[in-house]
């Protein structure tokens, strides 16, 4: 049974994922840092569930030790660990403010979420990884971290760090395949945050972006950072 575990899952792409790798009969970790939007997410992966395949669903925030241990118990409980989603980000702080005004005590907030939290959680499931026969780690990034928009230098900055984390990682880990992926713009809750009172319903839902993040899982290209718009989906993650 393969086992992965997707942080950020009550809403948005995390959860959007989770329903997709449980369509394919994967067992999942889930996590979210509110419980009552948690556990709607974990009744709709229930119900996508193949046979034998189990969720555990577990709250908390990734910045906290303790809970990160809980995540990598949980997937030990469910016989190992095969893909690690390290998806829950912090936009930081909002309105989006130029880095000359950025709140220091939210920037250390962005910095711990989006970067120290997903390289603390590959230390602790780093054994658990290395006795997958096919281990994975899926780093969600955005192009703000390519690219200089005003406004978006604390979150864009944690972004390059986390691409930076994972190209580095995929050299001492050869046998873990480390993808970093730019989604791209989506209809979130995050992106709406980013952009108060702006109307974002032209952006893409979450789901749209599956196929895609399924495909490396099917397909185990080379590690490296990749945009979801680009990759091909393979026939199985063009089915669901």
């Given at each position: 049974?393969?086992?992965?575990?997707?942080?950020?899952?009550?809403?948005?792409?995390?959860?959007?994922?989770?329903?997709?790798?449980?369509?394919?009969?994967?067992?999942?970790?889930?996590?979210?840092?509110?419980?009552?939007?948690?556990?709607?997410?974990?009744?709709?992966?229930?119900?996508?569930?193949?046979?034998?395949?189990?969720?555990?669903?577990?709250?908390?925030?990734?910045?906290?030790?303790?809970?990160?241990?809980?995540?990598?118990?949980?997937?030990?409980?469910?016989?190992?660990?095969?893909?690690?989603?390290?998806?829950?980000?912090?936009?930081?702080?909002?309105?989006?403010?130029?880095?000359?005004?950025?709140?220091?005590?939210?920037?250390?907030?962005v910095l711990e979420v989006n970067v120290v939290a997903p390289v603390a959680l590959v230390q602790e499931a780093a054994p658990l990884l290395r006795d997958s026969s096919a281990p994975a780690i899926l780093n969600v990034t955005s192009d703000a971290s390519v690219e200089a928009y005003e406004g978006w230098g604390g979150y864009g900055s944690s972004k390059a760090a986390l691409d930076h984390v994972g190209a580095v990682l995929a050299v001492e880990e050869p046998a873990?395949?480390?993808?970093?992926?730019?989604?791209?713009?989506?209809?979130?809750?995050?992106?709406?945050?980013?952009?108060?009172?702006?109307?974002?319903?032209?952006?893409?839902?979450?789901?749209?972006?599956?196929?895609?993040?399924?495909?490396?899982?099917?397909?185990?290209?080379?590690?490296?950072?990749?945009?979801?718009?680009?990759?091909?989906?393979?026939?199985?993650?063009?089915?669901?």
């Open positions: 049974m393969t086992v992965a575990l997707v942080t950020g899952a009550s809403r948005g792409l995390g959860r959007a994922l989770a329903v997709g790798l449980a369509d394919r009969g994967w067992s999942l970790v889930i996590d979210a840092r509110h419980p009552d939007a948690l556990a709607d997410s974990e009744a709709e992966v229930k119900t996508h569930l193949g046979a034998g395949a189990r969720v555990v669903a577990i709250p908390g925030d990734v910045s906290d030790a303790r809970h990160r241990r809980d995540l990598v118990a949980a997937a030990e409980g469910l016989g190992g660990l095969d893909l690690l989603v390290n998806n829950a980000s912090d936009l930081g702080a909002t309105p989006l403010p130029r880095i000359a005004d950025y709140p220091l005590d939210a920037l250390r907030r873990v395949a480390v993808w970093t992926v730019d989604p791209g713009d989506m209809r979130t809750q995050m992106h709406q945050d980013a952009f108060p009172g702006e109307d974002i319903s032209d952006r893409p839902a979450p789901d749209t972006v599956v196929p895609a993040l399924l495909s490396l899982v099917d397909r185990r290209p080379p590690s490296g950072r990749y945009r979801a718009a680009e990759c091909e989906p393979s026939d199985a993650a063009a089915e669901r």
